[in-house]
């Protein structure tokens, strides 16, 4: 396993990293989890990713139930808030309020002092972003927290709140984490200019565009019994075009070529990007960590790059 530094931190994170949405909490058996989560560490990842609003905290349950058996120094662990946790006017958002008691609960759950990471899952458009800030400063001063993120935010909104920590003296962003895959480069345009200028780094989710990369989905084919397009997950059905399903075709041709498999590829495709300090996997069989892993120090040669690049036009 390779390690980055994550942004302009002297954090250093597994490039493969192990997330817990649609997998954890409910969505699996707990054993099943812990025993991924342990094999991810065995093979060298040490960032773990979670958030509140996983099953209403029961995924942060799960993950915390596993880390406990790691040395907690060893472990680079993050979770999030944002989303609703409760029906009431405050429990959703990123307010002082909502931002305190939400680290508090989140703490409990995964039962640690602190966390390394606490991203705000998404922009509030309802609260000052100063008062966000202040909070998440007020965490890190308390050594709840030791590094802030944010998660989907645009490069207008990240350059405000950079803007305004420096004003302020508050605690800077360090990280963001955008969706980011061969079939969604979103971010390539103005998110990670914005975040190299300001010393932030990229944690990326759905690396292999919600498993389409992986190449089980298949032209013409029935969908593959037991997979995430048979739940009622909606965000895959974009990838499963003809259009895409093709470019999965001739991309696969690649990674056969290279004797590696297509999801190795896609992975090491999004590590060449320098400004990605790691790409958030999820699993829910160790066999699929280990599957994933080897991704961490292939580096494609130019010439397969362009071949990339031709086909994802």
């Known amino acids: 396993m390779q390690y980055r530094r994550l942004g302009n931190t002297g954090l250093k994170v597994s490039e493969i990293s192990l997330g817990s949405w649609l997998t954890y909490g409910g969505y699996m058996e707990s054993d099943s989890a812990i025993r991924t989560i342990h094999r991810a560490y065995d093979l060298g990842i040490n960032f773990f990713d979670t958030a509140n609003v996983y099953m209403r905290g029961e995924a942060e349950k799960v993950v915390g139930q596993a880390i406990?058996?790691?040395?907690?120094?060893?472990?680079?662990?993050?979770?999030?808030?944002?989303?609703?946790?409760?029906?009431?006017?405050?429990?959703?958002?990123?307010?002082?309020?909502?931002?305190?008691?939400q680290?508090?609960?989140?703490?409990?759950?995964?039962?640690?002092?602190?966390?390394?990471?606490?991203?705000?899952?998404?922009?509030?458009?309802?609260?000052?972003?100063?008062?966000?800030?202040?909070?998440?400063?007020?965490?890190?001063?308390q050594g709840k927290v030791l590094y802030l993120g944010v998660s989907e935010w645009t490069a207008e909104q990240i350059s405000e709140a950079v803007h305004i920590a420096d004003k302020k003296l508050l605690d800077r962003i360090v990280v963001n984490q955008p969706q980011y895959n061969m079939f969604h480069r979103v971010i390539e345009k103005e998110i990670i200019p914005v975040s190299e200028k300001h010393g932030i780094g990229q944690v990326v989710w759905s690396p292999?565009?919600?498993?389409?990369?992986?190449?089980?989905?298949?032209?013409?084919?029935g969908l593959p019994e037991g997979s995430r397009a048979t739940t009622n997950?909606?965000?895959i059905?974009?990838?499963l075009t003809d259009e895409y399903l093709d470019k999965v075709d001739q991309l696969t041709n690649i990674a056969n070529e290279l004797d590696i498999s297509l999801s190795q590829l896609a992975i090491a495709w999004i590590l060449r990007q320098p400004n990605v300090a790691s790409a958030l996997v999820g699993a829910s069989r160790p066999e699929q960590i280990e599957e994933n892993v080897k991704a961490s120090g292939i580096v494609l040669e130019d010439a397969i790059i362009n071949n990339i690049e031709e086909i994802l036009k």
């Open 103 to 141: 680290a508090n609960a989140s703490l409990k759950r995964l039962n640690v002092d602190y966390v390394d990471i606490y991203y705000a899952h998404r922009f509030d458009s309802e609260t000052p972003v100063e008062e966000t800030l202040r909070a998440f400063d007020d965490l890190v001063r």
């Open 68 to 101: 406990k058996d790691f040395q907690r120094e060893s472990i680079v662990l993050a979770t999030k808030v944002f989303w609703p946790m409760g029906e009431g006017p405050n429990d959703k958002g990123l307010s002082r309020k909502h931002i305190i008691e």
């Open 233 to 235: 997950n909606t965000s």
């Open 237 to 239: 059905q974009r990838f």
């Open 208 to 221: 292999l565009a919600q498993g389409v990369l992986t190449g089980k989905y298949k032209k013409g084919a």
